[in-house]
Nanobody
């Protein structure tokens, strides 16, 4: 089994910053991709930032220049540094990962964390 645990969410004023963390643990042979998604009340879950299997970073247009995705893969950990936060960034932020559990597995599986809430006040 694999677990993803997010932390770092909270309440912040507009213009402020937060740093989210996501730690993957459990049966991990390889982490193929990891990313951050968010879901605001009444809206669909959307991609925020993603590190793809070929090492590319993809960002949603709405967060480019404000959010930075980074990783510490030796620790199976990724971060999302969020600067210049806006009220429209308010959402529950979820960590997502494609993880291969053993060397015998041909493909990875998709895992989600339980989310960490971010509230940006105006």
């Amino acid at each position: 089994q694999v677990q993803l645990v997010e932390s770092g969410g909270g309440l912040v004023q507009a213009g402020g910053s937060l740093r989210l963390s996501c730690v993957a643990s459990g049966s991990i042979f390889a982490i193929n991709a990891m990313g951050w998604y968010r879901q605001a009340p009444g809206k669909q879950r959307e991609l925020v930032a993603k590190l793809t299997s070929d090492g590319r970073y993809n960002y949603a247009d709405s967060v480019k220049g404000r959010f930075t995705f980074s990783r510490a893969m030796a620790k199976n950990t990724v971060y999302l540094q969020m600067n210049s936060l806006k009220p429209e960034d308010t959402a529950v932020y979820y960590c997502n990962a494609d993880i291969t559990s053993t060397s015998q597995d041909a493909y990875g599986m998709d895992y989600w964390g339980k989310g960490t809430p971010v509230t940006v006040s105006s």
